[in-house]
C-alpha cells in the first residue's frame, strides 16, 4: 500500500549538520531554507583546531558557516575530561560526556561540525613536552589526519601558536599536531591503513588565528591577513556575535556565558604553513561547482533555484531541486576523491532541503526510555503532511518504512488510503531489537578501558565521531516524482512534562539489570564493619539472580550473596551487605558488586547525567569502589559544610565519622553557626554564591568567635567580592600539576601537621590528575605558610595552604584538590583535610 502526500509548510535538518540525538524535529523559516540553497553552490571547507571544548572561536566559526557558507568543523584534541564542574558533581569521564554535548550544543547554534581526538584531558599541562609523555601523540595525530583526510578542508585554522604563548600544554601540543597533520595527512606513507576509507588530502594553508590573548598591546598587525567576522546575516537576523554568544553559552559547566557583540569584529591570522595568502584565507581555492567534472550543470541549476525562490511559497522549489538533484547522481566520479565528497555532501544536503520545502515531518519514538537487547520494542511512527494540495507539486508517495531490514505495514489512521494535507499517520508496531546481550549505549569512547592520556576506540569509522549513534534508526523511503528518496530518523523517548513540555531523550539499551554501589569510597578508621549499599535496577521485567561484593584478601564481607527477584522494569532494589576492614593499620584496595541472571554476570551500573541544555545521557560505569582502611584520629563531631559549585566531599567526611549539615547561604546566621566546630566551604563557592558577599562577615565573625573555617580553592576570576579573608591575599593561576610532586614541610611543628594526626611525605602519595590548583600569588604576613612543593623546573610554591589566627578562631584557605582525592580514596587527603578541621579546640 502507499499513502501519498501533498504538502504543507515546512520542517528542515538540513542546517543541523549531523545526527543529533534527542532533538525534536525542528521548524525553520523560508529565510533559512534560502541560505540552505545558496550553501548548495560553495564548495568549501574549513577545519578548526584546538585542545578543548571551549577553546574554540565560535564567532569565526558562525561566519564561515553561515557567511561564506563553508563546511566548517570544529577538531578538539580532548572532551575536556580534566577541567571543573560548575553547574554539577560529575568529574572526569563524566564531565567530558557533558563538555561533549556542550560542544554538540554549540554546533546546533553556530553551523558548524564536531569532531575529536582518543586524547583524554588529564588535567591541566605546563608544556607541550609534558603533555606527550602523557598523550600517544602518534595516536592524537593519527585521528588529526584521519579527519582531515575525512572532511577534506581547503583552510586549517589553528586557535593557539605553537609554542609556550598558548598557556597550556595541551593548547601547544595542539598547534605542534596540526603543523604535523598539514603534511602527513597529504603522505600516502602516512598512516596508510586509513586509505581503505579515505585518500590522502593536502589543505592548501596552516594559519593561527591570534588575538589580544597572544600579541603585545600596540603590536603592529599590517603583516597578518585579516577579516571582519562581526557582520551581519539578514537571512538568520543576527550577527555572526550574537550567534557565537548564544554557542559559546553552551559550555555552561566551564560558566563561559556570553554576551552578544554587534559591529565589526576584526580576526588576524598568521601563516604557519602552506601557501601564502595576500588579502584572504581562501585565495587560490575554487569553491565553486567546477571543481567537480560536469558540475557546471549542477551549479547554473541552483543558481536557477536560488532566483525563483519564494519566501511565501517554499515547496516550488521543489521541481527544481529534484533536477538538482538528478543532475548530481549522473556525474562520474571515482570513489574516494574530493569529487566524490563534494557529490555526496550536495545529495544528502539537497535531499533535506526537499524534505523541509515539502514540509514532511517524520519521528519514531518508543514507549519507553530504555529497552535491553532482544526486547520486543513498541514503536509510533508519526508521518504528517502540511502543505495544502498543489496539483504543481511533485507527488510524493511513501513506499516503505524499514527498520533492521524490517518492514512495517502502512496503515493510515482511519479508511483513506491517501493522507490527506495536514493530517496525521500513526503507524504503531512491536519490534524486536536484536543485539549482543553485553551491548548497551554507553558513549563509545567508554566502552574499553584506556589510559590516563588516552581512550581506547578500537574501530577505525568510530575514532573522531562525536558521539555514539542512535540506538536504533528507521528509513523512510518516498517516491518524490520520479526519484526515490531515503530520509532515516532515530528512535527517541519522548514525553510530556506539565511544566517543560514536550520533551525527548535518546533511547538507551541498558542490561536486564544494573548494580550501583552507592558512595563513591568506602574509607574505615576503625576496624568496625560498615554497612554497604548496592542498589539494583532492572532493565527488564522479571529479573531474577543473585548480587555479590568482591574484596580484597583480608577483608570480609557478610553475606555472601543475596538473591534478587524484580517484577517491574526500571524498579530498583536495594540490598545491603556488611564489609569488615582488614586487620592492616592502613591499606587500600577495591570493592566490586556482580549481579548474576541465567549465569551472565553483570557488573556494571547506570548513570543518568540529566541538564536541559543537553540531551540525557546514560552511562554504564563499573560497579566498583575504592575500599580503604586508615590510620586516622579525630575529636570532633558536627561540621557544616557550604556547597559551592557542587562536589562529593560532604559525603567523603561522613565516611569518617562526622556529623555532616549541608548549609544554604541563608543558613549563615551567627546563631546557625555556633552549632558547629567546624565549617568547609566547597569548591568555588566565592564564584558561585553571590549572597556571601553581604554574609562573608557573618563567616568571619564565626572564626573570630573561636569556630574554624576552612575554604577549598577559588578560582581567580570572577569571584563575588575582592577579598575572600580576614587579611589580604591575591589569587591566581598558580597551580602544581604532578600530582605526586615532592612535598616540603615549611613549619614541621604546626600543629596542623601534627594534629590529632602525624602527616608525613606518605600522604602526598597516590595523589590523582594535579596537587593543588588556583594558589594565591600574594597574602598578607599574618598567613602562616605551611607546605610547598612545585612542577618541575618552577620555583617553589609555598601557598597551598594558608592559616590565619582570627580573633579565637583559625581562617584556612587550601587549593589541595581534596575535591577529586577524597571521591578516589586517597588515604592521605583524609587525614590532612581531617586536621584542617581539628584544629583548634
Avoid at 92 to 115: H, N, S, Y
Avoid at 594 to 614: C, E, K
Wanted: hydrophobic residues 35%; charged residues 20%.
Amino acid at each position: 500500500m502507499r499513502l501519498s502526500f501533498w504538502w504543507n509548510t515546512m520542517v528542515l535538518a538540513f542546517l543541523l549538520p549531523f545526527t543529533t540525538l534527542a532533538q525534536a524535529p525542528k521548524t525553520y523559516s523560508s529565510s533559512e531554507i534560502l541560505l540552505g540553497l545558496k550553501k548548495l553552490n560553495v564548495l568549501g571547507s574549513v577545519l578548526y583546531i584546538a585542545a578543548h571544548p571551549d577553546d574554540e572561536n565560535t564567532r569565526l566559526i558562525a561566519y564561515m558557516a553561515n557567511g561564506r557558507l563553508l563546511e566548517t568543523g570544529y577538531f578538539s584534541c580532548t572532551r575536556g575530561d580534566g577541567g571543573q564542574n560548575l553547574i554539577g558533581p560529575e568529574l572526569r569521564e563524566q564531565l567530558g560526556v557533558i563538555r561533549t554535548q556542550e560542544l554538540l550544543a554549540a554546533r546546533r547554534i553556530d553551523g558548524g561540525r564536531q569532531f575529536f581526538s582518543r586524547a583524554n584531558d588529564f588535567g591541566f599541562s605546563k608544556t607541550a613536552e609534558e603533555t606527550f609523555t602523557i598523550w600517544d601523540k602518534e595516536q592524537v595525530l593519527s585521528d588529526m589526519v584521519w579527519v582531515i583526510r575525512q572532511r577534506r578542508p581547503d583552510v586549517l585554522i589553528t586557535r593557539f601558536p605553537p609554542d609556550a604563548r598558548a598557556g597550556h600544554g595541551h593548547h601547544t601540543a595542539s598547534a605542534m599536531l596540526a603543523i604535523e597533520a598539514f603534511d602527513a595527512a597529504g603522505d600516502p606513507k602516512r598512516f596508510p591503513e586509513q586509505l581503505k576509507y579515505v585518500q590522502p588530502w593536502q589543505p592548501k594553508r596552516l594559519l593561527w588565528n591570534t588575538g589580544s590573548f597572544f600579541v603585545k598591546a600596540g603590536e603592529d598587525m599590517s603583516g597578518y591577513l585579516k577579516l571582519d567576522a562581526g557582520g551581519y546575516n539578514p537571512l538568520l537576523g543576527l550577527s555572526y556575535g550574537e550567534i557565537a554568544a548564544r554557542s559559546r553559552s553552551q559550555h555552561k559547566s566551564q560558566g563561559f556565558g556570553s554576551a552578544a557583540t554587534r559591529g565589526e569584529a576584526l580576526e588576524y591570522f598568521q601563516l604557519l604553513k602552506g601557501e601564502k595568502a595576500e588579502k584572504d584565507l581562501f585565495e587560490g581555492v575554487d569553491m565553486s561547482w567546477n571543481r567537480v567534472k560536469g558540475g557546471a550543470a549542477v551549479g547554473k541549476l541552483l543558481e536557477e533555484v536560488i532566483q525563483k525562490y519564494d519566501a511565501a511559497n517554499p515547496a516550488a522549489s521543489v521541481a527544481g531541486l529534484l533536477k538538482v538533484r538528478a543532475t548530481l547522481r549522473k556525474l562520474k566520479v571515482a570513489p574516494l576523491t574530493n569529487e566524490k565528497f563534494w557529490v555526496e555532501q550536495k545529495e544528502n544536503q539537497v535531499n533535506e532541503l526537499i524534505r523541509a520545502t515539502l514540509g514532511l515531518y517524520l519521528e519514531a519514538t518508543a514507549s519507553s526510555s530504555s529497552i535491553v537487547a532482544g526486547e520486543n520494542v513498541p514503536i509510533t511512527i508519526e508521518v504528517t503532511s502540511r502543505l495544502m494540495n498543489s496539483k504543481q507539486l511533485p507527488k510524493a508517495d511513501l513506499i516503505s518504512i524499514m527498520y533492521s531490514g524490517q518492514e512495517f505495514a502502512i496503515t493510515a489512521v482511519g479508511k483513506e488510503d491517501k493522507l490527506p494535507a495536514g493530517r496525521q499517520s500513526l503507524l504503531k508496531r512491536e519490534v524486536a531489537f536484536m543485539a549482543s546481550d553485553t551491548m548497551t549505549s554507553q558513549p563509545y569512547w567508554l566502552n574499553t578501558r584506556g589510559s590516563i592520556g588516552m581512550y581506547k576506540v578500537e574501530k577505525q569509522l568510530e575514532r573522531g565521531q562525536p558521539e555514539t549513534g542512535p540506538s536504533i534508526e528507521v528509513t523512510f523511503e518516498f517516491l518524490i516524482g520520479s526519484q526515490s528518496i531515503d530520509y532515516t530518523v532515530p528512535v527517541q523517548y519522548k514525553s510530556t512534562d506539565p511544566v517543560e513540555g514536550e520533551k525527548y531523550r535518546p533511547l538507551a539499551i541498558v542490561p536486564p539489570v544494573a548494580v550501583n554501589i552507592v558512595g563513591h569510597a568506602y574509607v574505615f578508621a576503625e576496624n568496625k564493619p560498615k554497612t554497604v549499599p548496592v542498589t539494583l535496577k532492572a532493565g527488564q521485567a522479571d529479573a531474577k539472580g543473585t548480587v555479590a561484593l568482591q574484596v580484597p584478601t583480608g577483608w570480609k564481607v557478610e553475606p555472601a550473596s543475596i538473591p534478587f527477584d524484580i517484577k517491574n522494569k526500571d524498579e530498583e532494589r536495594t540490598v545491603e551487605f556488611q564489609v569488615q576492614p582488614t586487620s592492616s593499620q592502613q591499606s587500600t584496595g577495591q570493592l566490586r558488586a556482580v549481579a548474576t541472571m541465567n549465569g551472565q554476570a553483570y557488573s556494571r551500573g547506570i548513570q543518568t547525567i540529566a541538564y536541559n541544555h543537553i540531551p540525557t545521557q546514560t552511562l554504564f560505569p563499573e560497579a566498583v569502589a575504592p575500599l580503604v582502611k586508615l590510620d586516622l584520629k579525630r575529636r570532633k563531631q558536627d561540621i557544616g559544610y557550604l556547597m559551592g559549585a557542587g562536589d562529593e566531599v560532604p559525603d567523603a567526611l561522613r565516611q569518617i565519622g562526622y556529623n555532616v549539615t549541608l548549609l544554604k547561604p541563608e543558613d549563615l546566621t551567627t546563631e546557625r553557626l555556633r552549632r558547629y566546630q567546624a565549617v568547609v566551604v566547597g569548591i568555588r563557592a566565592y564564584n558561585t554564591l553571590d549572597r556571601l558577599k553581604y554574609q562573608q562577615p557573618t563567616l568571619l565573625q564565626y572564626v573570630e568567635n573561636g569556630g574554624n573555617l576552612v575554604v577549598q580553592y577559588t578560582v581567580s576570576r570572577g569571584t563575588v567580592l575582592p577579598e575572600i579573608g580576614p587579611y589580604p591575599m591575591k589569587l591566581s593561576n598558580d597551580r602544581v600539576t604532578v600530582e605526586n610532586a615532592a612535598v616540603t614541610f615549611l613549619k614541621p611543628q604546626h600543629a596542623l601537621l601534627n594534629t590529632p594526626n602525624k602527616i608525613s611525605s606518605q600522604d602526598f602519595e597516590g595523589w590523582q590528575q594535579e596537587q593543588g590548583l588556583y594558589y594565591p600569588s600574594q597574602w598578607d604576613p599574618k598567613y602562616q605558610t605551611i607546605i610547598s612543593s612545585h612542577d618541575p623546573g618552577e620555583p617553589a610554591k609555598e601557598s597551598a595552604i594558608l592559616v590565619a589566627d582570627y580573633g579565637k578562631g583559625h581562617y584556612i584557605y587550601t587549593g589541595l584538590s581534596f575535591f577529586r582525592e577524597l571521591p578516589a580514596g586517597v588515604p592521605g587527603a583524609y587525614r590532612l583535610l581531617t586536621n584542617m578541621i581539628e584544629l583548634g579546640k
